[in-house]
């Protein structure tokens, strides 16, 4: 069973990356032409090259830990198609704000995969540029999150008692399964972000007032994209992209595309990102064709210094012992995501606080690897892709060696370990069923693999 969780944990990471070291996502359509369908489920389908792609990733990401058939994992992949045709059945909602914060961690996943080169990433999946690249992964993204509220959804009402946990533990510990658990390190942060006056955001909006009235009396837009816009792809784009209502465009922005008429320029509007003015080129159906003009609010080498001094400043009260870190998180961190949680960082791709080592971003690594827990770095500089220029300062909550599952110490991660293993019961309980009911259809070369379950029903002719 032990084995059974490593296999799913690195098929839930495999289908998050998205096929990173394989054919881009671009070519999907053309390799159904060519490429063997391999399964049918409801509406969607397995390939052959799925299935070796997949397999390949499992042994590579695991250092030839895991070996797993062609069989086996024919039968994981069903299963995350059965899962995502019956959350459209049940009418499970995916909004787009959750599409684009998705497809945000997997574009930053992949940049740290790459050595932090975004045009890597693009040339990998065979796109012409990054807008291409996000409208690729929101339709596998989408389909991620249609599979996992399906599966809450089934295991909504699952738990366990303490005694489920120890008899859990025991039973590993008797068949010498126990899991040997990476060094972790747990970390929590102090932001201080430079933002912009009122006045310096009224100087952003009046300079697109400008921009805008000139392109309405006949000056060239992209000209202007390029000479004034901040958004880092206008050279290779002009600031004109292609939008659809499930593009993983943030909400603003898609909402002013929307409602615009073809050559109309908007009034300066705010996002995350800056201000913007935006103008509608075409509309193709549902598409929308436009151009977009970014703006953020500049700010000054003294306004970047005194927020270096105020991080600089609280970093000693706390070393000094006038104020605990998480008392200087609440007074003082402009972060919102850890603001509330004591700085606490948790890691995007697993939810968790404990962040794993091995996997770390280099230059985090490069802060923290040497300190002790409770002790903090200096302030660094840092600035979001929104531009926004900030200073911070990390303490070590907690760090752990690498070692072999303990029931005290390593309580919670057990824990959650028993807790997985009864939902992917109950999971595996609901999918016994819904089999009965769903259209799958097995291609005959396939008919010979013995599955744990009966995805073969007669009707596979």
């Known amino acids: 069973m032990l084995q059974k969780t490593i296999i799913l944990k690195y098929i839930k990471l495999l289908v998050f990356s998205c096929l990173l070291s394989f054919t881009g996502l671009k070519t999907f359509a053309q390799k159904v032409k060519i490429d063997g369908v391999a399964v049918v489920v409801g509406k969607h389908i397995v390939l052959d090259s799925d299935i070796e792609k997949f397999k390949l990733e499992v042994e590579v990401k695991s250092e030839g830990k895991v070996k797993i058939t062609d069989c086996e994992m024919l039968e994981e992949l069903m299963l995350q198609k059965l ?18 914060s998705r497809v945000e961690n997997s574009i930053n996943y992949f940049k740290q995969e790459s ?72 970390l929590a942060q102090i932001v201080i972000k430079s933002i912009p006056t009122e006045e310096e955001n009224n100087e952003v909006i009046a300079r697109l007032e400008k921009i805008k009235k000139d392109i309405e009396e006949g000056a060239n837009f992209k000209i202007k994209a390029i000479v004034n816009s901040d958004d880092p792809a206008v050279i290779s784009n002009g600031g004109r992209y292609t939008i659809t209502k499930n593009s993983s465009f943030i909400r603003r922005f898609k ?19 800056g201000y913007h ?20 609010p500049s700010v000054s080498d003294e306004k970047i210094r005194k927020v270096k001094e105020k991080a600089e400043r609280v970093s000693l009260e706390i070393r000094e012992g006038k104020i605990t870190f998480e008392e200087a998180v609440k007074k003082y961190s402009d972060d919102e995501e850890t603001k509330n949680n004591g ?22 690594y490069a802060r ?12 660094f500089y840092d600035e979001e892709r929104s531009g926004v220029k900030m200073y911070k300062f990390i303490l070590i909550k907690n760090r752990t060696e690498a070692h072999t599952a303990d029931f005290i110490d390593d309580y919670v991660k057990i824990q ?28 005959e070369n396939y008919k010979k693999c013995v599955f744990n379950k009966n995805w073969k029903k007669k009707f596979n002719k």
């Open 83 to 100: 899962l995502s045709h019956h959350a459209i059945l049940d009418s499970i909602e995916v909004s787009d704000e959750e599409v684009s």
């Open 115 to 186: 050595g932090g080169s975004i045009e890597k990433v693009i040339e990998t999946f065979d796109y012409d540029d990054i807008e291409g690249l996000k409208e690729g992964l929101a339709n596998i993204q989408r389909e991620n999150l249609l599979v996992e509220k399906e599966q809450a959804k089934i295991t909504e009402k699952v738990d366990l008692t303490p005694e489920e946990v120890r008899l859990y533990y025991n039973g590993l510990k008797e068949k010498g399964e126990l899991p040997k658990f990476p060094a972790e390190i747990e």
């Open 255 to 273: 909402e002013v595309a929307f409602t615009l008429d073809v050559g109309q320029v908007s009034k300066p509007f705010k996002s995350t990102f």
């Open 277 to 296: 003015i935006m103008q509608l080129h075409k509309i193709k159906g549902d598409t929308r064709i436009v151009s977009h003009i970014l703006i953020q």
């Open 343 to 364: 700085g606490l960082i948790f890691n995007p791709y697993t939810g968790e606080s404990g962040l794993d080592l091995t996997r770390m971003d280099p230059a985090l």
């Open 368 to 379: 923290v690897s040497d300190l002790k827990k409770g002790e903090i770095t200096e302030p």
């Open 416 to 443: 959650q370990l028993a807790l997985q293993k009864k939902k992917e019961e109950a999971i595996a309980k609901w999918s016994r069923e819904k089999i009965k009911d769903t259209h799958i259809k097995i291609r």
